[in-house]
C-alpha cells in the first residue's frame, strides 16, 4: 500500500549572531545632491612594461610532437567584446594595456640580474617509478585536466 509522504519544514531560528544591529533612532534625512555624481574610473596604476618583454623565437612545428599544443589557447575572454566595452565607455586611455596584456600575457616587470645559479643533483628515475609517472599522466591526459604528449 502506498503511502503519501508528509512534508515537513526544515526551518531552524539561527544560533549565529545578526550581522546588522537595529537603528537607535531615526536616520538623518539626506539631502539630495545639487549636482549629479559622476563616477569616475578606478585608474590602475600600471606602467608600461612592453620593453621588459623578450620576444619568443619563430614557432618551427617540425620541432615538435604535438605543434597543435601551441594553438590551443584558452582563456575566458572575448578579447574584441572587451576592446569594444572600453571603447564604448571611454575607458581605453584610462587602460591602455588592458586589452594587450590579456591577449599576450603580463609582462612581470624587470628583473635583476642572475649572477649565480645552484643546479642541484636529481636522482635517476628506475623502471617502477617511470612506469607510475607515465599512469599519472596517461590518467590525467584521459580525464582532460592536461595536453600532451609534450617530450
Known amino acids: ?80 567584446a572587451f576592446e569594444n566595452i572600453l571603447a564604448l565607455h571611454d575607458l581605453t586611455q584610462a587602460y591602455p594595456f588592458l586589452v594587450q596584456n590579456l591577449h599576450h600575457g603580463f609582462p612581470l616587470g624587470v628583473f635583476p640580474k642572475i649572477h649565480r645559479m645552484v643546479i642541484h643533483k636529481s636522482l635517476p628515475f628506475n623502471s617502477d617509478s617511470m612506469a607510475t609517472i607515465t599512469a599519472y599522466l596517461d590518467k590525467e591526459l584521459l580525464a582532460g585536466r592536461m595536453s600532451g604528449p609534450l617530450i
Open 1 to 80: 500500500m502506498a503511502t503519501a509522504l508528509t512534508k515537513l519544514s526544515t526551518f531552524a531560528l539561527s544560533a549565529a549572531a545578526p550581522l546588522t544591529m537595529p537603528s537607535h533612532g531615526i536616520a538623518g534625512l539626506v539631502s539630495p545632491l545639487e549636482e549629479p555624481l559622476t563616477l569616475l574610473p578606478l585608474l590602475l596604476d600600471y606602467p608600461d612594461l612592453s620593453h621588459t618583454i623578450k620576444p619568443c623565437p619563430a614557432f618551427n612545428p617540425s620541432l615538435h610532437l604535438s605543434p597543435e599544443i601551441f594553438d590551443s589557447i584558452v582563456q575566458p575572454y572575448n578579447l574584441s
